[in-house]
């Protein structure tokens, strides 16, 4: 095979594997899309629904939704190996705590992990605090990262990706939850809400 057919070949092969790493990114996108909008739908027909949960902390402890009563509680559902969507909002509610100043001992930021199986309380420990916003890491057995789930009536599912660790990634609900001070769903921020607005929001909840 001449050199310029080499070539040849291998364009056609680099344009072929785009184009399928543009569809799986596209995949992945429509899988957050339809888990959000399918989370939207639920919580409309289960207003002011109550936060429960029984799951175990970065630290070790066990804690469940008592624990932060009196407080609003910011509540993400995600993973430590998320790309992409994970961290950005986790930093938009470092953001949103900064804002705050006195009024952040008014919330709690709350990252739920939806992968038990590499979302160990040592791996949590590792990876929360990177935000340094105070965000407490939960975690725990898939049973009760279901129990959890349904509670919240948010939406997940197992992606097999060889390329990611472990050989599988995660399709997931990207709301950012507020729940008031009596543990009951308040309102929901699609994920790409500037911090700005969510903080704007915030404020003037914690404040009045």
Known sequence: MCRRQKALRLTFLQKVLWTLAGLASLAFIWLLLAADYRADRTAEHNASFPAVFELTDHTGMVRTQEDYAGRWMLVFFG???CPDVCPTTLAEVATVMDG???GAAEVQPIFISIDPERDTPSVLAEFVPRFEAGIVGLTGTPDQIDWTAENFHIFYERV??????GGYTLGHSSQLFLFNPEGRFVKAWSYGTPAEEILADLRGRVAG
Do not use: G, I, M, R
């Not at 097999?160 to 660790?165: G, H, R, T």
């Open 79 to 81: 993973f430590a190996n």
């Open 100 to 102: 705050l100043e006195e």
């Open 160 to 165: 097999e990706d060889a390329s990611a660790p």
